[in-house]
């Protein structure tokens, strides 16, 4: 009796069941940009930071149909740029906050929005390449899962507008709270939010090098994984 038992306890049904599962990394798709200013710079949009533009080269929209775009999906490690020095394939602004009246006395910021919460792990970003004066210079990073105000895009015309990333309330976390980071003309950097989770991730711009009216970055990625996964469960009886 006691061998059937052992026998029957050892028995295994498969049951297709969703389950927690520890996926690896991957490219994790941006759907969409709100930036303080969205007036296109002869072409350039904010828009151009995800699509592969500020990376390879692309065709723009507003000199040839983007008809052949091919938005790199592997390890955004590998990633290679090539022609990104033309300004209608990267994010500038067409003005900047004023940084006296801003909040954290920033003078831009772009939110990337995943569409959902992920498991994050790496925020690639790609720094301004056209001209030395409009890069971020220096920055910070946020995260949240449900802001309390949403993104809003901001205006297409010389206009901008502000969003409060600051603590007491906002949904916002801070990453880098050991002080600002520093970006390079041309450069290229990474992120770690690898013991973090989120659906939008902001970069507040605290300073140019220098230019009165533009600013902004080239192209952005990030790695992550789903919540959950579906995977298969076994039931030993």
């Known amino acids: 009796m006691l061998g059937k038992h052992i026998a029957t306890f050892l028995s295994i049904i498969i049951m297709n069941v969703v389950v927690l599962l520890a996926a690896s990394p991957s490219v994790l798709t941006i759907n969409e940009v709100f930036t ?139 990453i880098n709270s050991g002080g600002e980071l520093t970006g390079t003309h041309q450069g290229n950097q990474t992120i770690d939010l690898s013991s973090h989770q989120g659906r939008y991730i902001a970069v507040e711009i605290l300073t140019n090098n220098g230019d009165p009216n533009r600013v902004g970055l080239a192209e952005v990625g990030v790695t992550g994984s789903p919540l959950t996964s579906k995977g298969t469960f076994f039931l030993i009886e």
């Not at 569409?115 to 890069?135: D, K, Q, V």
């Open 36 to 174: 303080h200013n969205e007036k296109g710079n002869f072409g350039g949009l904010p828009s151009d930071m995800i699509s592969g533009t500020g990376m390879n080269g692309n065709p723009n929209e507003q000199y040839a149909p983007p008809t052949s775009w091919s938005w790199p999906t592997s390890d955004p490690s590998t990633w290679t740029t090539n022609g990104t020095n033309r300004y209608w394939d990267e994010w500038q602004s067409n003005r900047i906050l004023d940084s006296v009246s801003s909040v954290n006395n920033k003078i831009g910021f772009a939110i990337f929005d995943l569409g959902e919460i992920f498991n994050l792990e790496i925020f690639y970003i790609w720094n301004e390449r056209e001209n030395s004066n409009r890069y971020t210079k220096t920055f910070s990073v946020y995260l949240s899962s449900s802001p309390t105000v949403l993104p809003t895009h901001g205006p297409t015309n010389s206009t901008t507008v502000d969003c409060d990333f600051s603590s007491g309330g906002t949904g916002w976390t801070l």
